[in-house]
């Protein structure tokens, strides 16, 4: 099994916690988006990260390489199967997506990729205004979600995966969640990121 993208990438991420949780054996190919390698391209035929190839079966999407994961090694489990969890986690793996990804990724891109990997300057007013607009209805609506310690149920899941997996993104420009306005957050992020298969998926081979 091979898994294509940089661990820089969040969504790369995702992949890569779901492998290291089941405990699976993979190779990993840090390639960036739109990489010229052969094997990526067949893969991921629009250049985007995470690919997967699994033995000559192709397939692109972090959460339809997540589903497909959990389908072949299903233990232990990271999609609850009762149909409100099920539903739960469905939502939060897209909230993580959709929601999450592209807001916080705003000073992200202004403060890390730009300036260290486009070599340009980024645009400090665009990424202090997302985190001062953007960012408080994000973290207001998940500080009321947090009631223990995982978001769906009482087990880890594809719902903190996907939710916690951006908050990485967001360290890496040494920004952190402000514990005095949403305590239930911040200390969820920081246990999730503390997870074994994070810390792996964390220090992945980066491009």
Known sequence: MIVYGTSVSPYVRKVLVALFEKGVTFEHKPVPFHAEDPGFQAASPRG?????????????????????????????ALIPTG????????????????????????????????????????DEAKAQASIDKDFPPLFDYLEGQITGDYLVGNAFSIADISVATSFHNLRLIKFEVDASRWPKL??????????????SAIAAAKN
Request: proline residues 8%; negative net charge; glycine residues 4%.
């Open 48 to 76: 985007k990260i995470p690919a997967l190839d699994d033995d000559g079966f192709l397939l692109a999407d972090s959460s339809a390489i997540v589903h497909y994961i959990e389908a072949k090694h299903p233990q232990p």
């Open 186 to 199: 911040a200390a969820y992020v920081a246990k999730i990121l503390e997870r074994p298969s994070f810390v």
């Open 83 to 122: 149909a409100k969890d099920l539903g739960r986690a469905v939502w939060f793996d897209e909230y993580g997506d959709v929601e999450l990804f592209p807001t916080l990724i705003v000073p992200f891109v202004e403060r890390f990729l730009k300036p260290r990997l486009m070599n340009t300057a980024g």
